[in-house]
C-alpha cells in the first residue's frame, strides 16, 4: 500500500544523484578505478580474473570493472575516515559491505522476508477462505502481484543494474496501483462491477502509459516519483475513508492500523544515515519494519472476505 510509495521516494532520491555523488566524482577514487581496469580489466589479467571469480558473482553479474570500483570505493572511504571527513556517498549509494554476491544484504534479506510473509498469508488465505467468497479473486491476484514485487526488490538490492532497477520501479508501481483497484472493488465494486471493471482497465491503462514512458521516452526519476506518490495518497485516503464509514466492522482496525503504521513507518525513509555496520541502513530497517504490517493486512483481507461470505450466504437464504 502506502508503504511502497515511500520506497519509490527514497529510490527516486537515490536514483537522481546516481549519475554523480562526492564519493564517485573524487579524484584518488577515479585514478583508483582507472588503474584498477588498466592492470586488471584486460587481456590475460581479465582471463586471470575470470578464472578466480566465484560462479555465484559472475551468475549475478558483477564484473571486472564492478569488482574495481568496488574496491576503489572502499580505499576512498578510508581516506575520508582517516581524514575526519563525513563518510561520502557513490553513485547515489551509501558504501555497503558485499556480501556474497549480494550487494546490499540487509535490504536484500528484508525483500526476501517481506516477500515470504506475502507468500504465507497468501497460503492461509487460500486455506481458510473459500473461492465463493465475493473479494477472493482480487485479493488472490493482489497477493501474487505484491510477491512479484518483492522478487524484485530482492533482486534489485542483491544487484543493481539498469534491468534491476526499472522492474523494481515497475513492480512497486503495480503494487500501488492494484492496491487502489482493490480498495475500489471493495467499495464500489462488488455493487456496480461494471464501475469496477471500467477502473480497472483505466488503471492498466494508466500503468501501460507510464511504463511505456519511462522505458522508451526517458526515465525520468521525478515524474516516477510524483505519480506514484500521489496514487499512493490516493490508495491511502480512499482506505481511511472506508473504515470511516465502516467503523461497526469488527476487523476495521485492523485496516486502519496498516495505513496509519505505513505512513508512519514512511517517515523512516526521511533519515539518511551511512549504514550501520556497513550494512543496516534506514532503508533496511523500513523493509524489516513493514513484514509485520504485511502480515496484519492479509488477516485484515481475510476477515474481511470471511465476512462479505457470511453475508453473501445470508442474503441468498433471505430471497
Known sequence: MAGRTARLVLLAGAAALASGSQGDREPVYRDCLLRCEERNCSGGALKHFRSRQPIYMSLAGWTCRDDCKYEC???TVGLYLREGHKVPQFHGKWPFSRFLCFQEPASAVASFLNGLANLVM????????PASSPMYPTCVVFAWVSLNAWFWSTVFHTRDTDLTEK???FCASSVILHSVYLCCVR??????PAV???????????LTAHVSYLSLVRFDYGYNMAVNVAMGLVNA???LAWCLRNQRLPHVHKCVAVVLLLQGLSLLELLDFPPLFWVLDAHAIWHISTIPVHVLFFSFLEDDSLYLLKESEAKVKLD
Open 167 to 169: 522492474m523494481d520501479y
Open 122 to 129: 497468501l497460503c492461509r488465505y487460500r486455506t481458510s477462505v
Open 187 to 192: 467499495t464500489v465494486g462488488l455493487q456496480h
Open 237 to 239: 485516503a480512499w482506505w
Open 73 to 75: 570505493m572502499w580505499v
Open 196 to 206: 469496477a471493471s471500467a477502473f480497472r482497465a483505466l488503471l492498466l491503462l494508466m
